[in-house]
């Protein structure tokens, strides 16, 4: 996975989107935010949904409570 | 035997050779993929709003192949200013780009900032038709794809292994079909940014008539220019 790396901790690329995930986001605002591509931030975010570290709801990407203790780690 | 087996047995006799699969043609929806890159896996919906150069290169640490990955790095900005973003291909493993990826970094300094997909079972190869088996079976031809944001193949062009492709044309076609989209005009030959455009051909003969008095710069009725 590009946001967890061979070592099971998150990459740079999704800690800032996660980051940039405060409050609930489209995935166009999470990569204005991160200063990420579009393209990377719409596979990463899935890759962090897989994760079950966000959530989608009504097309806004927010942290869940894993995505929230992952960032403080 | 049924009539459903009378026909699946006339069928297969009219199928010796292998059904060719329907290649990109421009104008088409893009075929659609998912794959493995060196910046995780993407799908190609994941650059939708965005334009998108897909392209292949024979293999990885070949002397063609790493000074063409030098020059579309170095159009990788300017592209992104236009809206479009890079994705590479070949026949590889992710660990072999990889390894590439450093050593073009520590030989000649240079960082490759694209997605390179990893296509070792040639899938995507395969759907775009890269692979030229009169050249190589094993090896990707150097295949350009522009895809613009809505997912539609507007360019294709195909180069053979023994020569590098010019980064500065893609850059050039790029602005040709920003430019088209934007205003309705045709580019010609050797057109670059600053450059007058073509105006499409009137359709009707009162159209024709009256290109002439139009104030575009005419030489014909049929061939009309104008500032873009």
Known sequence: MACISSKGEMTESARKMLTALEAPSTAEEVASRASLPLFRVRAGLREMLAAELVELKDDLYGLTASGRSALLR | ???????????????????????????????????????????????????????????????????????????????????????????????????????????????????????????????????????????????????????????????????GRNTEEILRLIDALQTTDKHGVATPANWKPGDKAIVPPPSTLEEAEGRLQSGLECTDWYFCKRTV
């Open chain 2, 1 to 163: 035997m049924s009539s459903q087996d009378v026909s699946s047995t006339l069928n297969a006799s009219h199928t010796t050779q292998p059904t060719p699969a329907t290649l990109p043609r421009l104008g088409m929806a893009a075929p659609l993929f998912e794959a493995v890159t060196t910046h995780g896996r993407i799908r190609l919906e994941d650059f939708r709003g965005s334009w998108v150069v897909l392209f292949s290169h024979p293999a990885d640490f070949t002397p063609v192949c790493t000074t063409e990955f030098i020059a579309f790095a170095g159009i990788a900005s300017e592209l992104r200013t236009r809206g479009v973003e890079l994705l590479g291909l070949s026949i590889d493993s992710p660990t072999s780009h990889i390894a590439w990826a450093l050593n073009i970094k520590q030989k000649f300094g240079i960082e490759i900032p694209f997605p390179i997909i990893a296509d070792s079972n040639k899938e995507v190869a395969t759907l775009y038709g890269m692979v030229s088996p009169g050249e190589s079976k094993t090896e990707t031809s150097r295949c350009v794809f522009v895809i613009d944001p809505q997912g539609t193949v507007r360019a294709m062009i195909y180069y053979p292994l023994t020569t």
